[in-house]
């Protein structure tokens, strides 16, 4: 399993379309087992063409901070589990997501949607 999360030196970004940098942890058995980075597209997150690409890596879930439903549709419509509200220390937070500890909040970003 793949893990993204919307990144900016080495914290969750607040706003996944804005993001500096994806995080990808590579998960087997519960354990990470690489890390990489994924350059993020310019535009919002709905409309960068981001979503397919994540999935083409294999990425199942996205642990983001802030979303507008837009995002939040485009990357479920390509099998990508969002999981909304998470701030903090990426490697932290993936480890906390892994222990079972972290859940989507189900706000949407209010201040931004695509359509």
């Known amino acids: ?4 999360v919307p990144t900016r030196d080495g914290h969750v ?14 998960v087997i058995d519960g354990k990470v087992v690489n890390v990489s980075r ?3 597209p310019e535009g919002c997150g709905c409309k960068s063409g981001i979503a397919p690409v994540l999935k083409q890596m ?12 837009g995002a939040k549709n485009v990357l479920e419509a390509q099998r990508i589990e969002v ?5 903090g220390d990426v490697e932290e937070l993936v480890g906390s997501y892994l222990a079972g ?15």
């Open 38 to 40: 994924l350059a993020s």
């Open 83 to 87: 999981v909304r509200g998470c701030s």
């Open 58 to 69: 294999g990425v199942a879930v996205m642990l983001a901070g802030n979303m507008g439903q």
């Open 101 to 115: 500890n972290i859940r989507d909040n189900g706000e949407a970003c209010s201040h931004h949607d695509c359509h």
């Open 13 to 26: 970004d607040d706003h996944f379309g804005h993001c500096a940098y994806y995080t990808i942890f590579d």
């Open 1 to 4: 399993m793949k893990i993204a």
